[in-house]
Each structure stands twice: as structure tokens, then as C-alpha cells.
């Protein structure tokens, strides 16, 4: 996926009920501002997603509207959602970079036998 705008008006969406759709959500957030995009990662080899999403709003302030309103709130099927700013991924260089010094710290060291 790809966002456009801001990452500031990337949100993260969490405790979805499984029976929400995409359209769902955007009907949701819809109600607090413009959404651009929506985006409920799949579960492999399943037409189901994972529980949460991610959605992207056309400005902070309705970024910022959505979390005050829906944050806490049930979705259509009454789980309450966790809304809240999205985290920026990380370069690709700071993943590798990350997964050098997990491995160095958690390697099996054989002369400690």
C-alpha cells in the first residue's frame, strides 16, 4: 500500500470485529472527515483480515477528529477500536540494521558448552 499524503493522517486501527469490511470502516471514519484510503491487511491464503487496518485521511484535522471520536468506540459489531496515528515504517536500512544486532545478541554461542 501505498499512502499519498501526509503521514501524519495515517491512522492505525486496532480490535476490529472479523465481520467488518473495508467498506465498513470507511463508512466509519467517513463520518469524521474525508478518507482516502483503506487498507485491512489479509490473512495468507484467506479472504479474512487480521483484526486490524490502517486509514488514510485527506488532512490532520480529520486525522486528529476520528481519533477523538472513534478511539474506544464499537465498531458494527461491538469490539472497541484502538484509533490512533499510524508509525512511519522504518527504511529498509534500519530493519537490517535492527535484525544484525538481534541476531548478535541472541546468537548461540558453542564455545560457552
Known sequence: MQFESDPKCRLYVGSLS???TEEDVRNMF??????????LP?????????????VEMASFEDARNAIAQLHEKPDLFGRNMVVRFADLRRSREEQIERRKKFLKKNRYNRDNE
Do not use: N
Not at 484467506?46 to 486490524?52: A, E, I, L, N, R
Open 30 to 39: 467517513g463520518t469524521t472527515g474525508k478518507v482516502l484510503d483503506v487498507y
Open 42 to 54: 489479509r490473512i495468507y491464503k484467506t479472504p479474512k483480515h487480521k483484526g486490524f487496518g490502517f
Open 18 to 20: 472479523f465481520q467488518v
